[in-house]
C-alpha cells in the first residue's frame, strides 16, 4: 500500500512540476463558446445546462495540462452551488482526472467531529470512489482531523495559514508564549502528521499556506519540516515563485503551488490574446507550462 | 422584510420551544421497519433506497416533533455521504420541514473566502430555495463570514466553543492578553454582528457553543450579549438544562438547544421500550416534549 503522499510526490518527480492545477469554474469567465450567457439569467433553472458546460471545459483544462500538473483541485462550492447537477459534473471531472493519471485534491474544507467527521470521509475520500486527498479546517481540535487521515491512501490538508486578507483576524491573535495562532496550529498539526508519515519522510496530513505572506511561509517550514504545503495564492493573489521557493526542501519537495484562475482562464489574459476563445485550452497549456518552469526556475536542482 | 434572527426568536416564543431537533441519520441506529439492514452491507451499491428510507425517517421525525420545535438542524455530513441521493433527500427533508412551518439550520460547517464563500452562500442560503440558516467555520476570518450574511432573510451560525473533547486544542489556546482563542473569536463575532442586528436586538450572525463545557459558555454570554447561540452536546454528549440557563436572558431569549440521537433515536431508550420500533416517531415526540420543558422548567419565564 502505497501513502498518498509518497503517490503525490512521486507524480510531481515524475512530471516535473510542483503546480496544482485549480478547477474553479468562474461563470462568468467562461468562454461564450463554452457557456451561453443566456443560461445565466436564470442558473436555478438552468442547472443542469450550465453543470455540462462546465464538464466540457473541466475536461478541456485537464486535457491541456496534465502534461504539466500532477494534481488537479476542485472547489467544491462551485459545484455545489448547482445543486444535485453539479455534484455529478464535480465526480464525473475527478474521473476524467483520473484517466489522465492525475491526483484530485477535493478543496472542500470540511469540518466536524467523531462520527460526523467520519461521513465526510466516506464522502469524499472513499476507498473505491473518493477523490485522494480533501481541505480541512482545524479548528475543532484533533477529533476534527484524525478521521479523515483512516485510509493511508488518502491525504488531508488542513488550513494553517490561509491567502486571504483577514486571514489575520484569528491566525494571527498572539499567544501568551509569543507566538501566533497558525504557529501553535502548525505545531499541533505536525504532531498528528507524526502517526502517519510516509517513506518520504513527509505525512499524509498536510498544510494550506498561503504565498500572499512569505514571511509567515518561511517561519512554519522551518517550523514544521514533515508537513507538505498546498500554497494558494500565487498569481492573481500576488504571491510569486521567490515568495514560495522557502516552502522546498533541498530535493524540491514539500509543496504544490496552486493556481485557478490563472490557468482555467488564462485565454483572457493579454500574453494570450492571438489565441481565439475557443482555444482556452491552449492558454490554460502555455500558462501552467510557463507557471511550472517558474516554480522550478527557483529552486536548487 | 424580517430578519432571520426575528423570525427564529418568534418561531420559539409561539412554541415555546427552545429546542432544535438534529436530523442526523445515523445508518446503524434506524429501525428495522425503515431500512432493512441488508442495504447497508453495499451501502455504495444501495445509496438511492438507504437515500429514500432516509426521508421517510426525516418525514416522520418532523411530522411527529413539529408540534415541540421552532427549527430542524439536519447533518450535511450524513447526506452527503451518500451522493446526489442523499442531497435529493436533504433537499426534500427541508421542503418538508418548510411544510411544516418549521425554519432549517443546516448543519455544514462550510467556510471559504470571497467568490467562494459566495457560491457556499448561493448554494445553502438562496434566497428562493435555500435553507433559512447555515453554520459556518471562522477560522479565515472576516472574508469568510460576511459572504453568508448578505441576505439579511438568512442567517449564519459561526463556531465558537465547540462541544467536543478536543474542541480546547485551538479554541482554549491562552493570548497574551490573558484572554483565550475562543474570548477573541466571541469578540471578533460580536463586532461583525453588529451590522446584522434584527428588531429583537440579536444578530443574524450567531455562534455555536457547546453545552459541554458550561463555565464557557457562561462567560461567553456575558461577553457578547447579541449574539444568539446554537448548543450542542445537550443529552448523549452530557449537558443538561442547568448547564445551558446561562444562555437565556430574562425573556428567556437567546439560544436554542440541540438534540440530535437523543430524540430521533428516542426509541431505542429504556424509558420508551413499551413502544414498538415503528413508532419511533412517538417516541421522538415525547423526547421532544420532555426536552422542551427540561429547558424551559430551567428558566425564568
Request: charged letters at 25%.
Amino acid at each position: 500500500m502505497k501513502y498518498f503522499i509518497d503517490n503525490l510526490i512521486e507524480k510531481i518527480e515524475e512530471k516535473n512540476s510542483r503546480i496544482c492545477v485549480g478547477l474553479d469554474p468562474h461563470l462568468n469567465l467562461m468562454p461564450a463558446s463554452v457557456l451561453d450567457s443566456a443560461l445565466l439569467k436564470n442558473p436555478q433553472e438552468n442547472q443542469k445546462e450550465i453543470a455540462e458546460a462546465i464538464l466540457y471545459f473541466n475536461k478541456e483544462i485537464i486535457e491541456a495540462t496534465a502534461e504539466h500538473t500532477a494534481v488537479v483541485k476542485p472547489q467544491m462550492a462551485f459545484y455545489e452551488k448547482l445543486g444535485t447537477a453539479g455534484m455529478e459534473t464535480l465526480w464525473k471531472t475527478i474521473n476524467y482526472a483520473w484517466q489522465k493519471g492525475l491526483l484530485v485534491l477535493l478543496d472542500g474544507k470540511r469540518n466536524d467531529i467523531g462520527s460526523t467527521a467520519k461521513a465526510y470521509a466516506e464522502a469524499y475520500l472513499h476507498v473505491d470512489s473518493g477523490a485522494d486527498s480533501l481541505t480541512i479546517n482545524p479548528y475543532l481540535g484533533r477529533d476534527g482531523i484524525t478521521p479523515f487521515l483512516e485510509d493511508k491512501t488518502k491525504g488531508a490538508f488542513a488550513l494553517l495559514k490561509t491567502s486571504n486578507p483577514s486571514s489575520a483576524d484569528i491566525q494571527d491573535l498572539k499567544l501568551n508564549n509569543g507566538k501566533k495562532v497558525y504557529e501553535a496550529v502548525a505545531l499541533f498539526l505536525a504532531k498528528i502528521a507524526e502517526d502517519y508519515l510516509g517513506k518520504t519522510g513527509y505525512s499524509n496530513l498536510a498544510a494550506v499556506v498561503g504565498a500572499t505572506y512569505p514571511k509567515e511561509l518561511a517561519e512554519i517550514r522551518a517550523l514544521i519540516p514533515s508537513i507538505f504545503f498546498l500554497i494558494p495564492g500565487y498569481g492573481a493573489q500576488g504571491g510569486g515563485a521567490k515568495d514560495v521557493k522557502a516552502a522546498f526542501d533541498k530535493q524540491g519537495r514539500g509543496a504544490v503551488i496552486n493556481s485557478s484562475r490563472g490557468i482555467n482562464f488564462a485565454y483572457r489574459k493579454e500574453e494570450y490574446k492571438d489565441l481565439a476563445p475557443q482555444n482556452f485550452g491552449k492558454a490554460a497549456a502555455l500558462a501552467a507550462k510557463k507557471m511550472k518552469n517558474d516554480i522550478n526556475s527557483v529552486l536548487d536542482l
